[in-house]
């Protein structure tokens, strides 16, 4: 079965960087386009940065600068790095994979940024 694993959530101080993982199974990796979304409190998910099969990385106008996104095949693992990190970050952070416009959605790791 279709498995991704989020890690590396927890509690930060702002200002301060965080880096996420993303374990998947059960897919080929690297057919698959993969992203990372985040839901904060009273929000609504939103897309904080994808990457194509290809390498090619994409992110929202309002995610640049601070997020960057990359993926290794060999591990089948995607990453997400975060700097300069606001109190306003505090999410549940999802992963996801999509080949051929179907979703796989991990069940997410929680990051908290401390004022």
């Known amino acids: 079965q279709v498995q991704l694993v989020e890690s590396g959530g927890g509690l930060v101080q702002a200002g301060g960087s965080l880096r996420l993982s993303c374990a998947a199974s059960?897919?080929?990796?690297?057919?698959?386009?993969m992203g990372w979304y985040r839901q904060g409190p009273g929000k609504q998910r939103e897309l904080v940065a994808s990457?194509?099969?290809?390498?090619?990385?994409h992110y929202p106008d309002s995610m640049k600068g601070r997020f960057t996104i990359s993926r290794d095949n060999a591990k089948s693992t995607v990453y997400l790095q975060r700097s300069s990190l606001e109190p306003e970050d505090t999410a549940v952070y999802y992963c996801?994979?999509?080949?051929?416009?179907?979703?796989?959605w991990g069940k997410g790791t929680l990051v908290t940024v401390s004022s």
């Open positions: 996801n994979a999509v080949l051929s416009g179907r979703h796989y």
């Open positions: 990457i194509s099969k290809e390498g090619f990385t």
């Open positions: 059960g897919i080929t990796f690297s057919m698959y386009a």
